[in-house]
């Protein structure tokens, strides 16, 4: 599981949906930032035991599910900080916590940039 940042589209390509294509390693390309979770399924299930991958595809009309990814565009983006303002107001494990917070972070980060964000789950 990882988050992407794209902090600019420089040196960026793009697929035939529209969405960045990765350029690894990070360290050669500045224009991307990565979050990447150690324990894989471990980190996916928190999202998927919270319910939070169906809100998240329903309100970013996504298709973000288990084992997939999708592209969130700076206006995405703003829609997925809402919800997870919201949910950070909750309960829930540290870990979990620490994984919005992530992704709080860079979606602010995109929509101030107007890029995006990339998950793969």
């Known amino acids: 599981m990882k988050f992407v940042l794209y902090k600019s589209y420089n040196n960026v390509q793009f697929n035939k949906f529209g969405w960045p294509i990765e350029i690894e390693p990070v360290e050669s390309n500045p224009s991307i930032e990565y979050f990447i979770l150690e324990n894989d399924w471990d ?7 919270d319910g939070a991958i169906d809100e998240i595809a329903e309100k970013c009309d996504s298709l973000i599910d288990y084992g997939e990814d999708d592209y969130f565009d700076a206006g995405k983006c703003r829609i997925l900080l809402e919800w997870i303002n919201e949910r950070l107001l909750k309960p ?23 890029t995006g964000v990339y998950i793969d789950l």
């Open 43 to 49: 980190d996916v299930d928190l999202f998927f035991d």
């Open 92 to 114: 829930a494990a540290p870990r979990y916590k620490e994984m919005l917070e992530v992704l709080k972070d860079y979606c602010q980060r995109a929509i101030d940039l107007n």
